[in-house]
């Protein structure tokens, strides 16, 4: 028997979430993960403080810097920017998701190959934005290139070797 609350939900009278902790279900890397959790958690907190998933990075809590890009239906999104509960029924992939085993994608490689991760703090980031460009520019320019990253800082100075992999694998 279900909930009153899930009840009503699913008859279509949708009632507000909270404020004590909710079931969330998030499909993340490939794997469903049931999750109790308030409704102001962001996807960026379950991530990291529920999951365990330490790659995607907590840095402005704005939006600004991009350090917690993750893929949400192969889109670019800053993570500390979107609900726990908005990111339900949709497929979240993160930086952890992206090699399979040890063989790193040809992106990774290409990071490491131009020596574009010198700190390594806004790798994650950049490599999740540049990969929701390249699934749907494969041999995206140089100008769709930066707008990718522009909202991805990187503090380090690693940004021209993260152009020259970007590059790289845009160019075959």
Request: glycine share 10%.
């Amino acid at each position: 028997m279900l909930p009153r609350r899930l009840a009503r939900a699913q008859s279509g009278k949708a009632q507000p979430l909270g404020p004590s902790k909710v079931p969330i279900t998030l499909d993340v890397n490939g794997k469903q993960h049931l999750l109790k959790l308030e409704p102001r958690v962001t996807l960026l907190q379950a991530l990291r403080e529920h999951l365990h998933l330490t790659g995607t990075k907590r840095t402005c809590d704005h939006g600004e810097c991009g350090a917690c890009t993750v893929l949400m239906d192969g889109r670019a999104v800053c993570s500390c920017m979107t609900l726990a509960a908005d990111a339900q029924g949709k497929k979240i992939v993160t930086i952890e998701g992206l090699a399979q085993g040890k063989a790193l994608t040809r992106l990774q490689k290409a990071f490491v190959d131009h020596d574009g991760l010198q700190c390594g703090f806004c790798t994650p980031g950049m490599i999740m934005s540049l990969k929701a460009l390249f699934d749907q520019h494969p041999r995206a320019s140089s100008a769709q290139i930066k707008t990718a990253i522009a909202g991805n800082y990187c503090r380090c100075g690693a940004l021209p070797n993260i152009l020259k992999a970007a590059t790289a694998v845009a160019r075959g």
